[in-house]
Nanobody
Framework: QVDLVESGGGLVQAGGSLRLSCAASGRTFSRNAMGWFRQAPGKEREFVAARDWSGSITVYANSVKGRFSISRDNVQNTVYLQMNSLKPEDTAVYYC??????????????????WGQGTQVTVSS
């Protein structure tokens, strides 16, 4: 079990930027792929981005490609999501996720072993 705590959410105007952080504790997370998901009201939780433990594999949802960037610091046990050029449709609760494997075959909710509590991101038009 990996304990995850997100921070950095908030309210921002369209076109603005936010940086989310996720601090991990408990069982070592350095060998797990880490990622971010989001869930808007009335919608299912969806994949946003993921990065394997070495950083050689980085995956993004098409909707955020070119605007969001995921990074991780295995020494500080922290994963980040830099979000630029934010749009109103990016509004959601963002969840940090620790995958069960170092290199999951699929980056979806069924591959996640631990979730953070979520942080709200609201983008105004």
């Amino acid at each position: 079990q990996v304990d995850l705590v997100e921070s950095g959410g908030g309210l921002v105007q369209a076109g603005g930027s936010l940086r989310l952080s996720c601090a991990a504790s408990g069982r070592t997370f350095s060998r797990n792929a880490m990622g971010w998901f989001r869930q808007a009201p009335g919608k299912e939780r969806e994949f946003v981005a993921a990065r394997d433990w070495s950083g050689s594999i980085t995956v993004y949802a098409n909707s955020v490609k070119g605007r969001f960037s995921i990074s991780r610091d295995n020494v500080q046990n922290t994963v980040y999501l830099q979000m630029n050029s934010l749009k109103p449709e990016d509004t959601a609760v963002y969840y940090c996720a620790a995958f069960m494997m170092a290199n999951p075959s699929t980056y979806d909710t069924t591959s996640v072993g631990s979730w953070g509590q979520g942080t709200q991101v609201t983008v105004s038009s």
